[in-house]
């Protein structure tokens, strides 16, 4: 099976549904002639032509906007905004139109848009390259939020994702574009060539939205995680030693209860890793859900393991990053409590 | 020399406030017919004093005069007349409706009513109209059944929208009518999406945009022009100009810009000004701006002047910001008024004919609110379902709901 990067399997993922469909189109910042800035869309224009993958001006509230309006006419935009950190004069369609039409029309008109953003630090992004706003838009009811964490997963929900009825914010961890990350900046990092998850299946195959994936068994403690952080968490259980379940969680909403609850119930403890701000970040919401479903499982507080409340910093770029040190210190603690 | 002294904050008056007589010397209005009409081919460079001027058809006489008139026939005039008779007994019993309580809300177009009722008959059948939450004349004008109407407005067990939507914000994609959203001005760049969609698919249907001139002032308004103006969408660009957002006079959204049409120029856009009380102008504009969307000829900006007759909303008491009488002073005058007395000099019609109209439509209107109420009001008779509250916000209900609608019991 052949290997791509991230950024391979998320083109691969629009080549193949453009193919499939015409009434998907593709359109942003630098996206049509110069094929993006991260190259995502590289040689889609010339494939498919100006109609279907074109540069647009700088104006996210106008990509959102228009990518609605063409979805209440009957096509399936998949637009990007260059940053998820570039994101916020879209927020008010996003959340105020595309999130409600089918409800507010009564399924009148619908809005099977997907907006794919680059999010996550860990690249000396500063404050303006390195959000993860996921908890914006899980607060959100009308959306659905998606993180994948390697190229399989990306193609194969970004796929899911355009054939979606409905709205999808496709949130792509840019530190995981040409490679694992986990957290060791000091090392040299692999390339998806070397890891199995960058195997991505030529043609059309898609990953079901709202499904996790435990991306290791164990039995001491559960961790959940996605984007970045899996990788991260699973370099703390391999340096502490603890046999940490680690659940990628892929889709944050709809969220796959079941797969967390069970494996919680099987631990008896859980720890929960993201790189958004703590406070009333989307970790506050699966530590609730997993007090609500396993409360007598439990045998330690569910720990969170995020970034700290403050914007994302440019010099202290590792001092913000949860990286291996700090959740496997959550780990032992947990495992200690 | 300028002043150097101590800078000046400037903060736009209207020119008159309750209690002073209504003034408005400083609308200048163009006669009826002294405005060209371009052929719709037109090099936009060329018509730029357009967004400064009004577009007029009927003169003082009430006669269809120049180049936009002769569009219409009498009988087609005639129905445009009873559309706008229709919508205002529609917002006075709906207005009624709302102070007996049986809903929460309302709205009305009060003076507007020739700005959508018009425009809806320059479209084509499947074209899509963005309207803002003051266009339910093209509801009205297409047919759309009166008693839907009520019934969405009394969120009953007959609403199209099952509860889930305030009064008045209705939607309906078979008429041509999108639903319409609280938050002001993001449809206005969707318009120019669903426009640039049909372009993109190679179609022949077209968008119209609408914004009031409160709202021009939302950053929506520029996304739009921008898309409009860049992919050269064929959409019209409706600025409804009633002089008032809730109580802020226009100037404030306006600012040193001469016109809201001039607004278009900036971007490339052909600007149009016209009488918003001439249902003859409007619908000879919109026609205009209509076949140059639909030949490929790109997009149209449309500002509509009129004036806001009534209150705001259900909700507002226009007293406490503007004077009383000032809708009496307004220069364009009533558009159901003029278009009476249009076809009257024609022949066609007369006040007897007039009154007995009025009497036969709100007797229709009295029928139509009848059998909404058969299916309930707001707070009496029958509503939509718990369940539908749960229902319908994704395609399929995610797991997460399903849980909660079995904890609400239902």
């Known amino acids: ?337 | 020399m300028a002043d150097a002294g101590m800078l000046r904050f400037h903060v736009p008056e209207p020119e008159v406030r309750p209690g002073g007589a209504p003034d408005f010397s400083n609308v200048t209005i163009a006669g009826a017919g002294s405005v060209p009409r371009p052929e719709i081919s037109v090099d936009p460079r060329t018509i730029r004093d357009m967004a400064f001027s009004i577009i007029r058809v009927l003169n003082r006489n009430g006669e269809a005069v120049g180049p936009w008139a002769g569009l219409l026939s009498s009988d087609e005039l005639l129905e445009g007349l009873r559309h706008m008779m229709t919508l205002r007994t529609f917002d006075a019993r709906m207005q009624m409706a709302q102070r007996q309580g049986k809903t929460s809300f309302y709205m009305q177009h009060l003076g507007e009513e020739a700005v959508s009722c018009a425009f809806r008959k320059a479209l084509a059948p499947g074209d899509m109209n963005f309207p803002t939450y003051r266009q339910a004349g093209l509801l009205i004008a297409d047919g759309y059944p009166m008693v839907t109407m009520m019934n969405q407005i009394y969120s009953n067990e007959a609403d199209p929208l099952k509860g889930r939507q305030l009064p008045i914000m209705y939607s309906s994609k078979e008429h041509g009518f999108f639903s319409i959203s609280g938050n002001l001005a993001t449809q206005y760049i969707q318009a120019v999406g669903w426009a640039m969609a049909s372009a993109i698919s190679n179609d022949s249907k077209i968008a119209a945009a609408w914004i009031g001139d409160g709202s021009t002032a939302e950053s929506d308004f520029h996304s739009a022009l921008v898309f409009a103006s860049t992919y050269k969408a064929p959409v019209v660009l409706n600025v409804v100009n009633n002089q008032w957002a809730i109580s802020t006079f226009q100037g404030i959204a306006r600012g040193g810009s001469g016109t809201f049409a001039a607004r278009g120029l900036g971007f490339g856009i052909p600007s149009l000004r016209v009488d918003g009380n001439d249902y003859l102008a409007v619908h000879a504009v919109a026609k205009w701006a209509a076949e140059r969307a639909r030949g490929n000829l790109g997009p149209t900006l449309v500002e509509y002047v009129t004036y806001r007759a009534g209150a705001h909303s259900s909700s507002d008491d226009p007293s406490a910001y503007r004077p009383k009488t000032e809708s009496d002073a307004w220069p364009l005058g009533d558009p159901i008024v003029r278009l009476k007395n249009h076809l009257i000099g024609l022949g066609v019609w007369s006040d007897e004919r007039h009154a007995q109209a009025e009497a036969e439509i709100l007797d229709t209107v009295i029928a139509a609110q009848k059998e909404a109420e058969s299916h309930g009001t707001l707070h009496a008779g029958g509503k939509p379902s718990t369940r539908d509250m749960f229902e319908g916000l994704y395609a399929e209900m995610p797991p997460h709901l399903r849980r909660q609608r079995q904890q609400a019991g239902v």
């Open chain 1, 1 to 337: 099976m052949p290997r791509r990067t991230m950024i391979e399997a998320i083109r691969d993922a629009m080549d193949v549904s453009m193919g499939r469909d015409d009434k998907v189109v593709v359109f942003g910042e630098d996206v049509g002639f110069f094929g993006g800035v991260f190259r995502c869309t590289q040689g889609l224009q010339a494939k498919y032509g100006k109609s279907r993958c074109f540069d647009a001006p700088i104006n996210e509230s106008g990509i959102v906007g228009s990518a609605i309006g063409m979805a209440a006419y009957g096509l399936k935009p998949c637009v990007e905004i260059q940053f998820a950190d570039y994101m916020y004069p879209a927020y008010d369609q996003l959340t105020q139109e595309a999130a409600r039409l089918r409800y507010r029309s009564n399924g009148d008109f619908t809005c099977p848009i997907v907006v794919r953003m680059p999010t996550g630090g860990g690249i000396f992004g500063g404050q303006t390259h390195s959000q993860s706003p996921e908890a914006l838009f899980t607060h959100v009811s009308g959306l659905k939020t998606v993180v994948p964490s390697n190229p399989h997963d990306a193609k194969g929900l970004l796929i899911a994702a355009i054939e979606d009825p409905d709205p999808v914010i496709f949130l792509e961890p840019k530190r995981l574009y040409n490679g694992p990350f986990d957290g060791h900046h000091d090392r040299p990092v692999t390339p998806w060539s070397k890891h199995e998850l960058g195997e991505v299946a030529d043609g059309h195959y898609t990953v079901p939205l709202g499904k996790a994936a435990i991306r290791r068994t164990g039995s001491d403690v559960t961790v959940l995680a996605y984007g970045t952080m899996v990788y991260v968490a699973e370099a703390a259980a391999e340096e502490t030693g603890i046999d940490a379940e680690i659940i990628d969680l892929r889709t944050l909403l709809p969220l796959d209860l079941d797969t967390i609850v069970a494996s919680v119930k099987k631990t008896g403890r859980c720890v929960v890793v993201h790189e958004a701000t703590l406070t009333s970040g989307f970790g506050a919401e699966l530590s609730a859900l997993v007090q609500e479903n396993c409360f007598y499982h439990l045998e330690a507080p569910v720990a969170r393991v995020a970034g700290w409340d403050t914007p994302y910093p440019h010099a202290q770029e590792w001092d913000y990053f949860p990286g291996p040190a700090r959740v496997g210190r959550a780990l032992l603690e947990t495992m200690q409590a």
